[in-house]
């Protein structure tokens, strides 16, 4: 039957789900881990690394900072390390948003991040690279089930944030349940130090009792993500 199909695909998949984001013949993927520790196995996929991009900088500014980002590389033991992608940040309204969107765009293929609270706004971004893969950030208590529709209409992953670990693991199921399976978990924090441990419960949740609400990968920010 179909319900033991499921049931079937439930129980084999990995404890931390894959998520991929994509664009122009680029991708990233992050999560599809099954260990705590790299000794224990192996790490599957490395973290991306982003670049934030305010949607209020003027455009020569945006092409300034992009164009060192895109260009950067430097070889680590035969491994050339570059940046993964570029995550536009809303700071207004629906347009200026739409147009930094269409310009780092045309700066860079790399994968990209949206990052705007309003739905609205959200979705002049998601129109500005419709046909791609990114990562729609954020969900929360008061804006999922928007948010939820526009990930599953543009085949976008979808983070998700909250104050708490419980308030994520309240959220996740409900977005699962409105047809949005690719997630990211923010677990939020005061200050690094928070963060690196919420991350750190949320992994060990994942992976050592299988608790399936919070099977997602994580995304951290090195300074508070309304910040520059």
């Known amino acids: 039957s179909e319900e033991s199909k499921a049931a079937l695909a439930e129980s084999a998949a990995p404890p931390i789900r894959l998520i991929t984001l994509k664009s122009n013949g680029n991708e990233i993927k992050v999560g599809n881990e099954t260990v705590l520790f790299r ?3 192996t790490f599957v996929n490395k973290p991306g690394v982003f670049v934030k991009v305010r949607d209020d900088l003027a455009p ?3 092409k300034a900072l992009l164009e ?3 260009a950067f590389s430097v070889n680590y033991v035969g491994i050339n390390l570059t940046l993964d992608g570029f995550a536009v940040q ?3 309204g629906a347009d200026l948003f739409s ?3 269409s310009q780092v ?3 860079t293929r790399r994968p990209l991040i949206l990052m705007a609270d309003s739905p609205e706004v959200m979705a002049a971004g998601l129109r500005a690279v419709d046909g791609e893969n990114p990562l729609i950030y954020a969900a929360d208590a008061a804006n999922y089930q928007a ?3 526009l990930a599953k209409q543009h085949q976008a992953a979808l983070a998700v944030k909250a104050d708490s670990l419980d308030e994520l693991a309240e959220l996740t199921p409900k977005l699962v349940e409105a ?3 690719d997630l990211v978990l923010d677990p939020g924090g005061k200050d690094m130090a928070a963060r690196l441990m919420r991350g750190t419960q949320i992994r060990r949740l994942a992976l050592k009792k299988n608790f399936r609400p919070l099977g997602y990968p994580v995304i951290a920010f090195a300074s508070a993500p309304e910040s520059p």
Do not use: C, F, N, Y
């Open 68 to 70: 060192p980002a895109e």
């Open 147 to 149: 948010m939820a529709a």
């Open 105 to 107: 765009r045309s700066l």
């Open 39 to 41: 000794h224990e196995k």
């Open 90 to 92: 809303a700071t207004g």
């Open 60 to 62: 020569d500014q945006i």
């Open 99 to 101: 147009k930094a969107v």
């Open 179 to 181: 047809g949005v399976e």
